[in-house]
Every structure is written in structure tokens, then in C-alpha cells.
């Protein structure tokens, strides 16, 4: 088993039917398949009333994956798989400043802005100005 795979059923193993879902028909699980399933989580936990806790766990799973050997790849899933998703869901970008710094954020600007544009990555800075949201749960 890849450890990736081990850790992704051990942090969210309310998750652990949609990751065997991915394997129907006998295919294995991939690192695509599992950020797939926790973009959706994610999408999800910031729908009313938002879960932080869900949040912070994928955030937590991202910065695990980053940190891992390069060879595992895992770095190229992280970014095309949620990174450059998270401009796409206006509740996440609301939610940024409680995660991100603003210097993280620029520094990642061809990343977050792949997807949106230079005015999607606007409206992201934008945020930044304003206070952070208070945390719901």
C-alpha cells in the first residue's frame, strides 16, 4: 500500500466508502482519485454551517503531501487537483485569510490563477483586505 493512500483512509475515514468507490471495477486507487473525493468533501464542509474541522484536515492531508519525496509526485496532485480549484468556489476564496497568508497566496499567483484569470486572482487579494471570518465549528 502507498502511504499516501494509508494516511488519506486514516485522516478521513468518514471518506474511506467514496475513496473504495473509486476502486470499483478493479482499478486502483490513485492520488487523483483521493483528491477528487476531498475536493468534494471540501466543497462540501463550506456549505452552511461550514465544517472547520473538514477543512483544516484537508488543509493538514495538502501540507502532508507536499512535504513527502518527490518521486511519490504528490506535489503535481496537490496543485493541479485542489489548489487551482479553490479560486473556483467562491466560499473558499471568502475563507482564505484564515488559512493562507497573503504572501503565500502571491507567491502562488500563477497557481490560483490558472483557473480564474488575473481577475479571479483579484478577487482573491481583494479578500485580504478585509478581516478574516470567525471560525464556525
Known sequence: MSRWRDEAFARFPELEDRFL???????????????????EAFSEAHKVPRNDGMIRRVYE???????QPVEEDLARYVTDCFFEMIPTLPEAVEDMPRWWSRSDV???REIFSYLVGEEGFARI?????????????
Open 125 to 137: 487579494l481583494a479578500r485580504f483586505d478585509r478581516p478574516p471570518d470567525p471560525p464556525m465549528n
Open 106 to 108: 502571491v507567491a502562488t
Open 21 to 39: 468507490l473509486c476502486e470499483e471495477g478493479g482499478t486502483e486507487l490513485s492520488p487523483h482519485d483521493v483528491w477528487e473525493v476531498l475536493w
Open 61 to 67: 492531508y495538502c501540507h502532508w503531501c507536499l512535504d
